[in-house]
């Protein structure tokens, strides 16, 4: 009895988790980061600048926020738990 290991039991719901951060396609994001290719390629030198804004505005609308655990998309970043699996988030996003 004294020494006996009992058995970890799964979690059925909830428990913890992190913030994950995916790209995920979306059309108006990945058409902000081809015009911003394009720029960079053809338009020197002011094509640089434009180019390089329309690049980073382009892959902020292509990330998500997804849970770790049950890799549910999370549209709240300052949310608390997941609203799929109910874990609760033990990383803060940036």
């Given at each position: 009895?004294?020494?006996?290991?009992?058995?970890?039991v799964p979690?059925r719901?909830?428990?913890?988790a992190?913030?994950e951060?995916?790209?995920?396609f979306?059309l108006?994001?990945?058409?902000l980061l081809f015009?911003?290719?394009v720029?960079?390629?053809?338009k020197f030198?002011w094509g640089?600048?434009?180019g390089?804004?329309?690049?980073?505005?382009g892959?902020?609308?292509?990330?998500?926020?997804?849970?770790?655990?049950?890799?549910?998309?999370?549209?709240?970043?300052?949310a608390?738990?997941?609203?799929?699996c109910?874990?609760v988030?033990v990383?803060?996003v940036?």
């Amino acid at each position: 009895m004294c020494g006996e290991l009992t058995p970890l039991v799964p979690l059925r719901g909830g428990g913890k988790a992190n913030h994950e951060q995916r790209n995920e396609f979306n059309l108006p994001g990945c058409v902000l980061l081809f015009g911003g290719l394009v720029l960079v390629c053809f338009k020197f030198p002011w094509g640089l600048l434009g180019g390089a804004v329309l690049i980073w505005f382009g892959t902020k609308m292509t990330r998500v926020s997804i849970c770790a655990k049950c890799d549910g998309k999370v549209e709240d970043k300052a949310a608390k738990s997941c609203p799929h699996c109910q874990a609760v988030f033990v990383d803060e996003v940036v």
